[in-house]
């Protein structure tokens, strides 16, 4: 298997559904970052935790029609070319 463009992307696009699939409630309070973390007081800048949180959020709310687009193309490419 060669190192190729597609690859990486396909590599991003499952990094990216992997993010979109973290259920807060099941998997993230588990290791303490569930949704009952604060953001901090008025000035403070947020920490790395909640950085990552407001990522996860993020890409679960914005990405979920486009991912279910791009899967959907990136199967029909895998089965047409192989």
């Not at 559904?17 to 949704?35: D, M, P, Q, S, Y």
């Not at 947020?46 to 407001?54: C, F, R």
């Not at 993020?58 to 070319?81: C, G, H, K, Q, W």
């Amino acid at each position: 298997m060669a190192f190729t463009l597609y690859s990486l992307l396909q590599a991003a696009l499952l990094c990216v559904n992997a993010i979109a699939v973290l259920h807060e409630e099941r998997f993230l309070k588990n290791i303490g970052w569930g949704t009952d973390q604060g953001i901090g007081g008025f000035g403070e800048e947020p920490g790395i935790k909640s950085q990552l949180m407001n990522l996860i959020r993020s890409v679960r709310t914005v990405m979920r029609v486009p991912l279910i687009i791009v899967n959907s193309i990136a199967i029909v490419l895998l089965l047409l070319i192989g």
